[in-house]
């Protein structure tokens, strides 16, 4: 009953926007139903090895493939011949599908290991791997460039022939892949005016995206005569374009699938076996499986950008910032992949969500014979949030300031410029974010010690830090998304069908998909039946990346949603309703002074860490992390908490123990034996999640995304922590044991080990 007495309201249909509802592939994934790439098996289905290069840096002589033909079982084995267009790329074409002699000149050279050299398809797996180890191959080697300054200084090997364009951003002469500088105000005459400056050097490193499920798929020709693939990865639709370019096919002659994923974080944007997997069916006429094992997927796919950094801050005694410089050089490895977008991102986010009347970026991506790099979660934002992060965190330190202070002082609001002379979108959260952050962790009582037993006693602290990323592709980039609903029923709708191919990785996007629907139509949840794995099904939404799923397919959905129920209205039954959406109103930014309009929209999270740093050791015990997130409005509060959990155990994991070892070219690391990432174990106690709504004014539903934001500060935040503990700044990722110990040992005396001027949030 009501408070006045009177009829009870209709109860509100559960599973509409703000509930906490279960996904609806949860059960089937923890009871194992749920149906993976690798689970796939196609009847009379031939197995396929991919061979790789295995070599840094060659050129090709000779393949030889007379033994391995006569293996037992093998059905073909196909050379970059057999490539129509032996080219593929996810933004530019400068990979060869197949290293070889008979089709390009850039096909000649093998750049780095995971180049491919042929592919071996046999009557079972066994009898492949047998073929696979019988190819011969003579190289002439070639010098390895394994460092990027090295690769850009003079005289150093060319990695690309120049004048075959196969970026259009590659410089004559060089192995610089490309360049972003951002340019605003006299920087020089700021820095040398400021009456407090601090820099530093620091680097960041390379990161394996590690997802639980490892590349795989299948392929066949249908009776149409179609190439079909089935496989997991974050774009349905480039997926398919790239294979249709390479076997120089109709894009309604190719047709991609996918099954469950088990998680991207970005790694399997670009594509993996699916263009050779088309290849081989289309070939052979007959189906075909592969799978790698966890060796090939972390020997041979891209990582997350390695950065070495110069920096420096002023900023006048009231804490008001005057300058940034910061010089940015990257690994790109031998190919482009995603990496000009994600060096125009780490440019904008190194200058962080701060008033900065004057600033200078630097930023390069150098060629190199290092594994290629590409999308990771936060696409560049990562190392960018620790560069200003911990320049940020040196200036509150060398103000004696409260570290949350001197964010207050120069944090943005709506109507602030970025650094690239473009305002701020509207929906500015940093400053809520930074609050609700401080409160949330001042509000805890003091985390539980797990550290009894060190000696002579662990030392605590707390750190802080702030970060932007952005939603959507942008940068000049028409982004859009499809989306169509259909109503069915009589009187009243009684089932909905939907049509949106938004990759689910593993982030619950499918389920925010029909939960959204249920809302617009309020109709239970039950009621809406998605379609959403195939290119069948829909045209493109676009790749699940960018934190853009649920707002592009949201606003989508909201325009399907009212052209259908304008024609159920007008009695049209079933009533069927198609949208775009669609934003164009971004700019690239112009190399050489970052002018632009690069962001649609923006996302905004603070993190409060605290800390027990062992200063005999350094062993690190994270005790707990408040993640406050700028969601816009929260479709799924749980799913979005569980965003939050899993972008601090991977931003974590970067910070404190993953550790890619790269030398010559060759991944030292064979196998998640060595590549330690976090466990269970490893994770604090407490991790509070805090969401901030209100902050997406020009989208239809309010929505903004947020899986990729939280990730962003856990490093610098947890550096911070580590100085607050045991008086040490680190300028190197990862912090790990060893490098903690030795930076307190460098410390001149007892008394410097500990608590000093540095005040926390």
Not at 30 to 36: E, N
Not at 247 to 259: I, K, M, W
Not at 539 to 551: F, I, N, P, W
Request: proline share 7%; charged share 20%; net charge negative.
């Amino acid at each position: 009953m009501t408070a006045s007495g009177s009829s009870p309201l209709p109860a509100r249909r559960r599973g509409h926007m703000g509930d906490s509802v279960v996904r609806h592939d949860a059960e089937a994934k923890v009871t194992g139903r749920a149906r993976f790439a690798d689970d796939v098996r196609l009847p009379a289905a031939n197995w396929m090895e991919v061979v790789f290069a295995g070599v840094p840096h060659a050129r090709l002589r000779r393949l030889d493939l007379a033994r391995a033909r006569r293996m037992p079982g093998v059905v073909a084995i196909l050379t970059d011949a057999d490539v129509p267009d032996n080219r593929y790329g996810i933004v530019f074409p400068d990979q060869p599908v197949l290293c070889g002699l008979n089709s390009t000149e850039a096909a000649r050279t093998a750049r780095w290991p995971g180049d491919r050299l042929c592919l071996v398809v046999a009557r079972t797996r066994r009898q492949a791997l047998e073929a696979a180890a019988a190819v011969g191959a003579e190289w002439d080697f070639l010098p390895v460039v394994s460092d990027p300054a090295t690769a850009l200084a003079p005289g150093a090997p060319e990695l690309h022939d120049y004048d075959a364009r196969p970026v259009p951003t590659l410089a004559r002469g060089s192995n610089l892949l490309c360049r972003q500088n951002i340019r605003h105000g006299d920087w020089e005459e700021a820095l040398a005016r400021s009456p407090v400056t601090v820099s530093m050097r620091g680097s960041t490193q390379w990161q394996e995206h590690a997802y639980i499920e490892t590349e795989a798929g299948s392929a066949w020709l249908d009776d149409q005569g179609r190439v079909c693939v089935r496989t997991g990865g974050q774009w349905l639709h480039d997926d398919r374009h790239q294979i249709a370019a390479a076997l120089q096919l109709p894009e309604d002659r190719v047709q991609v699938s996918y099954a469950a994923i088990g998680g991207g974080f970005g790694g399997k944007e670009d594509v993996h076996l699916q263009v050779v997997l088309a290849l081989a069916a289309w070939k052979t006429g007959e189906p075909v499986q592969a799978a790698w094992k966890r060796h090939d997927s972390l020997q041979h796919t891209h990582k997350r950008h390695p950065f070495v950094f110069d920096g420096i801050l002023g900023a006048d005694r009231d804490g008001r910032l005057t300058a940034l410089e910061l010089d940015i050089l990257g690994d790109a490895g031998p190919y482009a992949s995603t990496s000009p977008a994600v060096l125009s991102n780490t440019a904008v986010c190194a200058a962080g969500p701060y008033n900065i009347p004057a600033v200078c970026i630097t930023a390069r991506l150098a060629v190199t014979n290092n594994p290629v790099t590409g999308a990771f979660r936060g696409f560049g934002g990562p190392q960018g949030a620790f560069m200003i992060e911990s320049l940020m965190n040196r200036l509150a330190c060398e103000l004696g300031m409260d570290a949350a202070e001197l964010r207050r002082r120069n944090v943005w609001s709506d109507g602030s410029l970025m650094c690239t002379g473009a305002p701020v979108p509207p929906g500015c959260q940093a400053a809520e974010v930074l609050e609700a952050a401080v409160a949330a962790a001042n509000r805890l009582p003091p985390p539980d010690p797990l550290t009894r037993g060190w000696a002579p006693g662990p030392r605590r602290g707390r750190g802080l830090a702030l970060a932007v990323k952005n939603i959507g592709f942008g940068h000049g980039t028409v982004d859009e998304c499809h989306a169509w609903v259909e109503l069915h029923g009589g009187v009243e709708v009684e089932d909905v069908h939907v049509g949106t191919v938004g990759a689910d990785i593993g982030q619950g996007a499918h389920s925010a998909f029909r939960q959204i629907t249920a809302d617009l139509l309020d109709v239970d949840l039950e009621r809406v039946h998605l379609h959403a794995d195939s290119t069948d099904d829909a045209e493109s939404s676009g790749s699940a990346s960018a934190s853009r799923l649920t707002v592009y397919t949201g606003a989508a959905l909201h325009g399907a949603v009212r052209q259908a129920l304008a024609k159920w209205e007008d009695e049209e039954r079933p009533a069927r309703g198609e949208h775009v959406f669609r934003t164009d109103r971004t700019t690239a930014m112009d190399p050489e002074t970052g002018r632009g309009n690069p962001f649609y929209t923006l996302g905004y999270c603070a993190q409060v860490v605290d800390v027990d740093v062992d200063p005999e050791t350094g062993k690190v015990q994270v005790l707990q992390v408040v993640s406050a997130n700028d969601v816009g409005r929260a479709v799924n509060p749980q799913q979005i908490e569980g965003q939050v959990a899993g972008a601090v155990a991977q931003g974590l994991g970067w910070a404190l123990w993953e550790d890619l070892r790269v030398e010559d070219g060759r991944v030292l690391n064979r196998g998640l034996e060595t590549y330690l990432l976090p466990t269970a174990l490893d994770m604090p106690p407490r991790i509070v999640p805090v969401i901030v709504e209100d902050g997406a004014p020009e989208h239809p539903l309010g929505v903004k995304g947020m899986a990729e934001m939280p990730l962003l500060p856990t490093a610098p935040a947890l550096a911070s922590a580590i100085r607050d503990a045991v008086g040490v700044h680190l300028n190197d990722l990862p912090f790990t044991s060893e490098r903690i110990r030795r930076s307190v040992a460098a410390l001149r005396g007892p008394k410097r080990v500990g608590n000093d001027s540095c005040q926390g949030p």
